[in-house]
């Protein structure tokens, strides 16, 4: 092997890699809040729900899950202008995300939501609460609370899929390896310093997820 | 061809091309006028320049040149194909006249071959639709140039901006295309040709030259030592110029007349 390792460049171009990994970190929290937000409403909508809601918000999450990112990114940057919907790369990267995780999040919740003894729904009945008290109350949050550690890896997963996005020039942290690499063709240590990141990021998420689930659900461990 | 033909020939080539004398003998001029035919290497992969045709007719901006050229000489065309990088030894083993290959010049070649005044244009520019009036680098304060990143015009680009320019860098060509076609940029930073094939689909927006950003045009290389033959190509290449004929073939192929500095 004779190639010599070189990381002079890092003193140039960190600007750009603390540029990019802001903007990760920025698409992360929107597209996580708002899409375990969507998530819940759509999980609520898909199990206890009007009836005729119901086949709608499965024609969406199925239709989420079974394209891919990159096609539903493409669409919404490049495509949805030739209907007079323009928005910058940020936004559509960012309602990509929320869309995307909405889907698989509600999949997961469901699931939670649909494994609650039905003597709960009962219970909330007899305090007098409303059908919406009842599943705000008594039914979302021990089911948050037995997908949690399901929820969280969905979340990162989309965090690291968020690398897409670089695709639409949105100048996020894999758009700042990919112009380093092609400004100083350093690839094996621009990547490698992007995966370092990375590994961090997405470490210091699931820690910070983890941490989350501790102050949501004190009452019974979701460690 | 497969590899292996194809390495056994850049061998031959090379061989060919160190033991063999140059062909120094005489005027290809003459001997192209005594034998009533021309040998003219044109590329076959190289769109909109060279490409062969649904017909297996070759066709393109240089096999429309060498035909005006055998047309002028009044002389009969034998169209050479060649690759980018076999385009130089075929003209020093005398295997071709001319060599019409959308062949840029450099210090590197002008040692070796000669080379004609230019006959096409070839460049990187900033182009836009044509209600966007900029006409240099400091106009584009304030506008979002789509790019594909790494390429020439990106560096170059990236040089030349002016603070509040925002360069948006897509992967590739198809990504910039598409950004500039969906209206995410306004203008985009790139090659001719590529404008060209973006003309091509003829769109809604029309991508125009607004500036230039660096030049690099194509000559017809032919060998050293043929004084004869480069005057008469200059002097036809200068004629075409001035009777529209290049201008036609530039319309035809890129989709745009020539640049008034060709």
Request: a positive charge.
């Amino acid at each position: 092997m004779n190639y010599t390792f070189d990381y002079g460049w890092l003193l140039q171009y960190w600007p750009v890699l603390v540029k990019g990994i802001g903007i990760t970190v920025e698409l992360t929290l929107v597209g996580g809040v708002l899409g375990v937000m969507l998530g819940i409403g759509c999980a609520w909508a898909r199990a206890l729900g009007p009836r005729g809601l119901r086949p709608f918000v499965a024609a969406y999450v199925e239709l989420i899950r079974n394209t891919p990112f990159l096609i539903q990114l493409f669409f919404i940057f490049f495509g949805l202008p030739a209907l007079g919907v323009r928005m910058g790369e940020l936004e559509a990267a960012n309602l990509a995300m929320v869309i995307n995780l909405g889907a698989y999040g509600c999949e997961i919740i469901r699931a939670g939501i649909q494994a609650t003894p039905s003597g709960q729904f009962e219970a909330g009945a007899s305090l007098g609460m409303s059908r919406i008290q009842t599943f705000r109350h008594v039914v979302l949050i021990p089911a948050l609370q037995r997908i949690w550690p399901a929820l969280s890896s969905q979340i990162v997963i989309v965090m690291l899929g968020s690398a897409a996005v670089s695709q639409i020039a949105a100048e996020d942290l894999t758009f700042a390896a990919n112009f380093i690499q092609s400004r100083t063709f350093r690839a094996f240590e621009a990547y490698f310093v992007a995966t370092l990141i990375y590994l961090a990021l997405a470490i210091g998420l699931r820690q910070a997820l983890r941490g989350l689930g501790w102050t949501l659900f004190p009452r019974r461990s979701a460690r | 061809m497969n590899r292996r033909h194809l390495i056994a020939l850049a061998a031959g080539a090379l061989l060919a091309a160190t033991q063999m004398p140059l062909p120094a003998s005489a005027d290809a001029l003459a001997t192209i006028e005594k034998d009533k035919v021309i040998r003219i290497a044109v590329p076959q992969d190289f769109p909109p320049f060279g490409t062969v045709g649904a017909d297996m007719e070759p066709k393109g901006y240089d096999v429309d040149m060498a035909k005006l050229i055998a047309g002028k000489l009044g002389v009969k065309l034998e169209l050479v194909p060649v690759t980018s990088a076999n385009r130089i030894p075929y003209l020093q083993t005398n295997k071709v006249d001319l060599v019409i290959s959308s062949l840029g010049k450099n210090a590197e070649r002008e040692k070796v071959i000669d080379f004609t005044t230019a006959y096409a244009p070839f460049f990187n520019g900033v182009f836009g639709p044509a209600d966007i009036a900029v006409t240099d680098a400091a106009g584009l304060a304030g506008k979002t140039v789509g790019v594909t990143r790494g390429a020439v015009e990106d560096l170059e680009l990236t040089k030349i901006a002016p603070a509040d320019l925002t360069i948006k860098r897509y992967e590739d060509n198809n990504g910039t295309i598409s950004a500039f076609l969906s209206g995410q940029v306004e203008l985009i930073a790139t090659g001719n040709v590529v404008a060209a094939a973006i003309l091509a689909r003829n769109p809604p927006k029309k991508p125009e030259i607004k500036f230039l950003i660096k030049n690099s045009p194509c000559y017809i290389g032919l060998n050293k030592n043929e004084p004869a033959l480069l005057a008469k190509v200059n002097e036809i290449i200068a004629g075409a110029n001035k009777d529209g004929a290049l201008d036609a073939i530039s319309q035809k192929w890129l989709g745009a007349g020539l640049p008034k500095d060709l």
